[in-house]
């Protein structure tokens, strides 16, 4: 069952910090379906990455903003918003996500990548894609990815120095705007 948020002010699930982001009034809200983790997760892999080398060029995300996307919608009507919380709503059964490695993609995006897509991760991702098509909403054409963007500009990037693990437990996925930062639309458990 979905628990919606209130709509002013609020961050990504487990962020622990408020978003002053405004809605975009009548303008198209870019959107997207991700899975957060909890800040001890957060603060676990912060740490696991301390003995990477990041280039001067290097834009680092945040960890409050490290997410894993599970679907980018793009831009959603604004008066579509209100009943796309209910239309997207999946149950998730909880389940582990492992990541072990670190690569550098195309452009020097270095991302946090799992030790395999689970079973339970591959079924989230399914079920959202049928709940997007059956509201009208895109669903990407390109393989699913899994993976969490760590930086961007990170060309020479070197990881840690000990093996990488990061564990999260997923318990919910967001329904999240994207405008000039980011803003929980609504959560489902």
Request: include cysteine.
């Amino acid at each position: 069952m979905p628990r919606r948020q209130p709509a002013a002010r609020q961050a990504p699930p487990g962020s622990g910090e408020p978003s002053d982001t405004p809605t975009s009034g009548g303008d198209p809200a870019r959107c997207f379906i991700a899975i957060w983790p909890a800040a001890a997760e957060r603060r676990a892999l912060a740490l696991a990455l301390t003995g990477a080398r990041w280039p001067s060029t290097a834009a680092q995300v945040p960890p409050a903003n490290w997410h894993l996307t599970l679907h980018f919608i793009g831009p959603v009507p604004a008066a579509s918003l209100p009943g796309l919380p209910s239309a997207l709503r999946v149950p998730v059964e909880p389940f582990s996500l492992e990541f072990g490695a670190t690569a550098v993609w195309t452009g020097g995006l270095v991302v946090l990548l799992p030790l395999g897509p689970t079973p339970a991760l591959l079924a989230l991702h399914e079920a959202l894609a049928r709940r997007l098509l059956g509201a009208g909403l895109p669903v990407e054409q390109r393989p699913f990815k899994p993976h969490v963007t760590l930086a961007r500009r990170a060309v020479g990037y070197s990881p840690p120095g000990t093996p990488l693990r990061s564990s999260w437990l997923v318990r919910e996925v967001a329904l999240v705007q994207s405008l000039r930062g980011y803003r929980t639309l609504a959560t489902w458990h």
